[in-house]
T-cell receptor
């Protein structure tokens, strides 16, 4: 596609529910990143993939957070048993290579936990 | 772990004034990238610096990477209202790990 696409744009759910956030990167981009961005803050690194391999998941806050990219293209970030503190903008970015290439960001998913 | 700081946090300038934001990392960076995020938008890549002491220019924007590859700056000459937004520096440490964004400098330009 022309850019990084994220869905849904907005997600409101009750505490304790599981949520799955989707990212469709730019076609041909091998690297995919997930970030969390609080209002007025910089993006906080969560995890990144090269093709289908999860290379670094050191930023995932706890074991309720997981991500996958099974075919090296679309990725899903899953949050289990959501808590109010999980409320944030979740952003996906893709690049043609890891860390030393420009990252192209999607519009994000605004997650609100009630 | 690696920490990236930026100063100032906010900057209000009159249109036509210059603006500078400074970025400092606690560890050596293999490269540094700068992004701009408009209000309500997503971060957009501006430039990447790789070499120690490197200076790059994009029209009114000048980017510099420190000799020790631990700091960087972005200078905007004669700001315009279109420069409004938050400017982030970001980069991986020297081992290519831990890609970290700074907290950003929010620029307001008064017409």
């Amino acid at each position: 596609g022309a850019g990084v696409s994220q869905s849904p744009r907005y997600k409101v759910t009750k505490r304790g529910q599981d949520v799955a956030l989707r990212c469709d990167p730019i076609s041909g981009h091998v690297s995919l990143y997930w970030y969390r961005q609080a209002l007025g803050q910089g993006p906080e690194f969560l995890t990144y993939f090269n093709y289908e391999a999860q290379q670094d998941k050191s930023g995932l806050p706890n074991d309720r957070f997981s991500a996958e990219r099974p075919e090296g293209s679309i990725s899903t970030l899953t949050i289990q048993r959501t808590e109010q503190r999980d409320s944030a903008m979740y952003r996906c970015a893709s690049s043609s290579g890891p860390y030393n290439q420009p990252q192209h960001f999607g519009d994000g998913t605004r997650l609100s936990i009630l | 772990g690696q920490q990236v700081m930026q100063i100032p946090q906010y900057q209000h300038v009159q249109e036509g004034e210059d603006f500078t934001t400074y970025c400092n990392s606690s560890t050596t960076l293999s490269n540094i990238q700068w992004y701009k995020q408009r209000p309500g938008g997503h971060p957009v890549f501006l430039i990447q610096l790789v070499k120690s002491g490197e200076v790059k220019k994009q029209k009114r924007l000048t980017f510099q990477f420190g000799e020790a590859k631990k700091n960087s700056s972005l200078h905007i000459t004669a700001t315009q209202t279109t420069d409004v937004g938050t400017y982030f520096c970001a980069g991986p440490d020297n081992y290519g790990q831990n890609f970290v964004f700074g907290p950003g400098t929010r620029l307001s330009v008064l017409p």
